[in-house]
């Protein structure tokens, strides 16, 4: 049995209930990512993620990096790690996820809105090797950066 680790991520359910904390887990990668010499970790998200599709793993979801926020002149030390759902169950779009739109507000946009659930890890280093537990804490950055930037396409 491969070896799982968990990390604390925080859920963005597209449902509307608030942002809550859940177990990120990892398993052992056996390609390494972008290269790496060091041991690498395949995330799944997908287990938080509600109608996407089954068995295709991290074919289902994409990811963005959050190094920094707008108007920052340095990277963060911990940056962060946005999944997001790609691949539904029955081909039609994830729903606009209602925490991320509530956060937005008057500044959102239909054709950029995050759809479905959407989990955001944090990591130092590599996104892929050195992932940390995050918390409720680190809510009022992701918040930032939500209520900034629209779901990459």
């Known amino acids: 049995m491969e070896h799982l680790t968990a990390y604390d991520a925080l859920l963005f359910p597209s449902d509307g209930r608030p942002p809550s904390i859940v ?3 990892t398993s052992p990668m056996s390609i390494p990512i972008h290269h790496a010499s060091y041991p690498s970790r395949m995330p ?6 509600d109608y996407i599709a089954e068995g295709l793993g991290p074919r289902a979801w994409k ?3 959050v ?6 002149n340095r990277k963060f030390a911990n940056p962060y790690i946005v999944f997001y759902p790609t691949v539904s169950r029955d ?3 994830f729903p606009v996820n209602k925490s991320i739109r ?3 507000g008057r500044s959102f946009k239909e054709e950029v809105a995050w ?3 959407i ?3 944090k990591y130092r280093d590599n996104p892929f090797s050195s992932m940390i537990d995050a918390s409720m804490a680190d809510f009022p950055i992701l918040k930032n950066y939500f209520l900034t930037h629209g779901s990459p396409r």
């Open 23 to 25: 177990q990120l887990m």
């Open 44 to 49: 799944h998200p997908e287990v938080h993620m």
């Open 63 to 65: 990811y963005q990096l």
């Open 67 to 72: 190094e920094a926020l707008d108007g920052m």
């Open 91 to 93: 081909g039609m779009p």
């Open 102 to 104: 509530d956060i937005q």
């Open 115 to 117: 759809r479905g659930n």
């Open 119 to 121: 989990v955001v890890a």
